[in-house]
């Protein structure tokens, strides 16, 4: 039996950006429930396309629906109400973390609602209990180091209620332990509540082991996309990124996983691939 | 709620029990001193002198100096947030500037409008709404609001405002020149009590009106794009801030003239005092604005009494001596 797909976000030759560079063509759909990395080197226009959704940036042709409706046309409340996002510059901000995080009901308030509600603090402490900054809840958000801002601003951005969660790089600033717990806890979301992801990610293992999708960027276009066994061939990344690597599976996941290969190795590598 | 600090409203408290002490000082001190057991005999025989003074000269400038200062440093509140600026104040826009230019104008021009005691407002009124016109119409541009490029028209028209005042004073006669230095340092005297009442009620709907913004102002502490994505409507707001603190600053300067620094000090002490939580930094600051120049008001009147100090000359020096004192201390740096 065919398995029933029902889109959440269906992005139909997408274009524009800047005066010097644009997004050409980019189409792609996003279902409900999936955990979607974007991939590309620098400059291939991830942020762009991320700002694009956001409608940070205006897009010059193209259409992008959300649940069918033209995200361009939809009013900011209702956006916020339906998309959330945590960048990777955090406002270095006075306020406190439980401050910050009730920011994220915001799209739910009413003209004349002055405080929040009980279910608002509910929710904003349920989401911080859920990314572990709980702890942090009366320190001012700029006492935090890097890593538990972003998971503060995750924080937010759940307590936002998006149906699609956009992250840019929410591993860039973490350790390997912080970053294994952000993105499990991504995950978990993912998996119990359906919550569909989008995620710009540098680090092509990560992309590999999490997502279930990955868009391969590169210079504005969309190279490739698909699952990460299809996107993560060694031959595409070889295109891509001008730099030689080898792919083997995670002996644990099963996953593509890419490794480097520098410069003076490479003759063994050419001598290898030829046998 | 624990979020809404209990000590927040306990601050708030403070500042209205400050305002009803220093009320009454402004109230009984001046040429002539009503002490606190006259005042009993005083209100209730109106054909006294005491009744007179207290009625007719005390009170509206009480009203006046409350109205002025809380519009000042709510207006410097405001644009601080919008602009995401430390250093922004009404008058670092150029409303002074074009109110001063206007003023100065009607002076020298000697126009023999009847319009009496509106003479003067009036044309300070038109000269800042002109200098707001331009600022929006030349910073805005057609893009978004673009926050830099105002704020250097403001500073740039600023600077032609005063240029042309200079050229005015040079080429006035020495009595004009005298009363544009005047009118230039602020005066909290206002005979006219149509404009009084129109300060406090303009200052007041201002004021509530921008309680409707309170969140925004706080979402934009994240940055526009940030507020954006919170489902905030930036433009509409920093429009509509934009041109409510303005006309509120063009109302004050019309009527009182320049009284410098209520609008960058307040807001900075208030900041600390409070946070930079805008649901409660407006009313912290709307009623230390008012405090404050109510405090300046009554030293520049006893001081150096029976003569008087320009209103202006004094919030001038306490706010930046002030001023000084905190940033020379640790961690006083801007809370965003």
Redesign the interface.
Known sequence: MEEIKNPLLQIDALCGGYKSFNLQQIGFTLDKGDFAGIIGPNGSGKSTLVKMVLGDLKRSSGSMLLEGKELSMMPVRQKAQAVAVVTQHIEDTSMSVLEYVLLGRLPYRELFQFFEKKEDLAKAEKYMELTGILKYRDQPLSSLSGGERQLAAMARALTQEPKLLLLDEPTSQLDICHQVQVLDLVRELNCELGLTVLMIIHDLNLASTYCNKLLLLNGGTLHTQGAPDEVLQFSTIEEVYKTVVVTRPNPVTGRPTVFLVPRHQIEKLKKERKE | ?K??KLYRVGFLVLLLVLLVVASAWSLLSGDINISWKQLPYVLQHADSMEYSVLMNLRVPRLLLAFAVGASLSLSGVILQGIYRNPLVEPFTLGISGGASLGVALMIVLGTTLSLGSFLLPVAGFAGAFITIFLVYVLGMGKSAANINRMLLTGVMISFVCSSLLMFLLSISTAEDMHNIIFWTMGSLEQPDGRLIRLMLFGSIGVFLLT??F??AL??L???E??A??????VKLTIRVLFVLASLLTGLCVSIAGIIGFVGLVIPHLMRRAV???Y?ILLSASFLGGGLFLIVCDVLARTLIAPNELPVGVLTGITGGVLFIILLSRKGSAW??
């Open positions: 709620m979020v809404f309680h409707l309170a969140h706080n979402a502490r994240l940055g794009d940030e954006i994505h919170l489902g905030i409507n946070g930079s939580d649901r809370k965003k």
